[in-house]
């Protein structure tokens, strides 16, 4: 597994649009929440493995929320299995 760390919501939607990978993961430590996102259109479809939710967001709200907080503290990465 190889593990992009991404950067700003632009470097997630290049992630997203080069179909690198749809699976995320928050990590701090030795904790880790792990996300499946998708975009469709100016919407971002984020499934919640922890809890088997899903929610539909834009980006503003994307970037409001714990991923954003992820983003910005340099702890939000990309799981991929294609080289990188």
Sequence with gaps: MNYI???SIEHLDEL???HVSSEFVIR?????SSKNIQKQ??????YHYIDDTEE???????MADNIGAA???GNF??????DI
């Design 71 to 73: 983003i910005r503290n």
């Design 28 to 32: 701090s430590g030795v904790l880790r």
């Design 16 to 18: 997203l649009e080069k």
């Design 56 to 62: 539909t967001v834009t980006a503003e709200e994307l």
């Design 5 to 7: 760390k991404v950067t």
């Design 77 to 82: 990465y990309c799981e991929t299995t294609k």
């Design 41 to 46: 259109g100016d919407k971002y479809i984020v």
